[in-house]
């Protein structure tokens, strides 16, 4: 088995920080250290004058940053083919553009052509996990499994259940869809890093008698290291007046879930903006997340997430790029973009919160904190290596930051990170490794 001793400036948490903190509890910032991975898993660590002996193989990276790989908690495989599409709302954007995109992945080559492309774009984004909406078709989260598996990336994910409301060709019915998802839980689920999520597109495209079928799925393959949950809530109010009207003996959207039996700790709910006080308790009381997905509320238009609530509540929040309602993969972009919204509100998200968001906090949300998230001895070591600044601009910003500019005093921690976190994308990405092994590199220009 190969040993791999990776140099750089290591960065996780221990602990979630304290919101609008930018002090450094919950922080593990290890400067010039050595990650020593050996075989999958991470085996500790050393200060970058103590290199490992010879058996490690090194790879001196000092003055770069590394950090666990990124969890996206919600986003579209199919939707790389609608991404950046103009000028419409959540219901006619799905009709118009995402619709008719998901109807060519019923056909099994592009299915796997489609997961292929798809997650060879996430870790060249730095995810190394992600929750993933394939399409109504079996074939299709068949396709994400196996190509999880060739890349050896943990993965959730499940066919989507709609039974109504879509076109023809992406429809299924309850006992067709009941009898796909037993298949693929048996097969999949808990198989290597693959995990099975019951997948319900939204309350609109599922009659109650599909909802019921998805509860009793949950129910029946439920409790610790079960299959997951995941769907949309609350993103856009027409669709929360359609809901109402669809559902008028439900209290609310999300109550709709509740009802059927869907709300658990490993459900995942998808943009949350228009919950009230009695939704946030119940997302409290099931151990539900909200995957927040800034980039895709902002470009549909659909409202700003109210992050500050739910930490008063307190519920489980998560970030997700939602491609392709979201515009990148990149979930450094998707935090640039979080912090925006919550300008827009009238608060401010440190670097911390979102930074833990994407890592520890969501493979603990997700119940997969004994494996990924951080750089703890034990766990899988999918881990990233990025540049803290590409290009003049950012180059200098970080400069200011790290004191290297006479005359500047050096910043603390937090602002460098921010910095860092406001202005890099996958530009910035050196490489990926997902359970010790490298599986992504940039090439580097000048
Ligand atoms: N609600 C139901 N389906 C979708 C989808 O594909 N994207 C988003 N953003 N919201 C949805
Ligand atoms: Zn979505």
Same mark, same amino acid.
């Given at each position: 088995m190969t040993r791999h001793a990776l140099r750089a400036d290591l960065l996780d948490f221990s602990h979630a920080p304290a919101w609008g903190s930018t002090g450094t509890d919950g922080v593990r910032f290890r400067p010039d250290h050595w990650l020593l991975v050996d075989g999958e898993r991470i085996a500790g660590t050393l200060p970058g004058q103590q290199p490992p002996g010879p058996d490690w193989q090194q790879h001196d990276h000092r003055g770069r940053l590394l950090m666990p790989g990124?969890?996206?908690?919600?986003?579209?495989?199919?939707?790389?083919? #609608?991404?950046?599409?103009?000028?419409?709302?959540?219901?006619? /954007?799905?009709?118009?553009?995402?619709?008719?995109?998901?109807?060519? !992945?019923? =056909?099994?080559?592009?299915?796997?052509?489609?997961?292929?492309? !798809?997650?060879?774009?996430?870790?060249?984004?730095?995810?190394?996990?992600?929750?993933?909406?394939?399409?109504?078709?079996?074939? +299709?989260?068949?396709?994400? !499994?196996? $190509?999880?598996?060739?890349?050896?990336?943990?993965? #959730?994910?499940?066919?989507?259940?709609?039974?109504?409301?879509?076109?023809?060709?992406?429809?299924?019915?309850?006992?067709?869809?009941?009898?796909?998802?037993? =298949?693929?839980?048996?097969?999949?689920?808990?198989?290597?890093?693959?995990? %099975?999520?019951?997948?319900?597109?939204?309350?609109?495209?599922? @009659?109650? &008698?599909?909802?019921?079928?998805?509860? &009793?799925?949950?129910?029946?393959?439920?409790?610790?290291?079960?299959?997951?949950?995941?769907?949309?809530?609350? *993103?856009?109010?027409? *669709?929360?007046?359609?809901?109402? &009207?669809?559902?008028? *003996? +439900?209290?609310? %959207?999300?109550?709709?879930?509740?009802?059927?039996?869907?709300?658990?700790?490993?459900? #995942?709910?998808?943009?949350?903006?228009?919950?009230?006080?009695?939704?946030? $308790?119940?997302?409290?009381?099931?151990?539900?997340?909200?995957?927040?997905?800034?980039?895709?509320?902002?470009?549909?238009? +659909?409202?700003? !997430? =109210? /992050?500050?609530?739910? #930490?008063? @509540?307190? %519920?489980r929040v998560s970030l997700a790029s939602d491609v392709g309602g979201g515009t990148s993969l990149s979930l450094l972009r998707t935090m640039a973009e979080a912090y925006k919204v919550q300008a827009l509100r009238g608060t401010r998200l440190s670097a911390w919160t979102a930074l833990h968001a994407a890592t520890r906090g969501a493979a603990e949300a997700l119940g997969l904190a004994h494996e990924i998230g951080h750089l703890d001895t034990g766990a899988l070591a999918d881990v990233v290596l990025w540049d803290w600044a590409r290009g003049p601009v950012a180059v200098h910003r970080d400069d200011i930051a790290r004191g290297a500019v006479a005359g500047v005093a050096a910043q603390d921690l937090h602002a460098r990170v921010f910095a860092f976190l406001t202005l890099a994308d996958e530009r910035n990405l050196v490489a990926t490794w997902v359970a010790g092994q490298c599986r992504h590199t940039q090439e580097r220009g000048g």
């Open positions: 990124f969890i996206d908690t919600h986003v579209h495989c199919p939707q790389l083919d #609608v991404i950046a599409s103009y000028g419409t709302g959540l219901l006619d /954007w799905l009709n118009t553009y995402t619709f008719p995109a998901e109807q060519r !992945f019923a =056909d099994p080559g592009v299915a796997a052509e489609g997961a292929a492309r !798809f997650l060879d774009a996430l870790l060249a984004h730095g995810t190394t996990t992600a929750v993933v909406f394939p399409t109504v078709h079996k074939v +299709s989260a068949e396709a994400l !499994f196996d $190509a999880a598996s060739a890349r050896g990336m943990a993965l #959730v994910t499940g066919k989507v259940l709609m039974d109504r409301h879509a076109p023809p060709a992406l429809l299924d019915d309850v006992a067709g869809a009941r009898r796909d998802c037993e =298949d693929l839980i048996r097969r999949h689920h808990g198989q290597g890093r693959k995990r %099975y999520a019951m997948t319900v597109r939204f309350a609109a495209t599922s @009659t109650r &008698e599909q909802l019921a079928m998805a509860g &009793e799925l949950c129910r029946r393959h439920g409790g610790p290291g079960g299959i997951h949950m995941q769907t949309h809530v609350a *993103e856009n109010t027409d *669709e929360v007046r359609w809901i109402a &009207e669809l559902f008028p *003996e +439900s209290r609310s %959207y999300l109550d709709v879930y509740h009802r059927h039996g869907l709300l658990n700790e490993r459900a #995942v709910l998808a943009h949350g903006i228009w919950l009230d006080a009695g939704d946030r $308790a119940l997302l409290r009381d099931t151990g539900a997340q909200i995957a927040h997905s800034p980039s895709s509320n902002l470009f549909l238009g +659909s409202g700003l !997430f =109210d /992050w500050q609530a739910a #930490v008063d @509540t307190p %519920y």
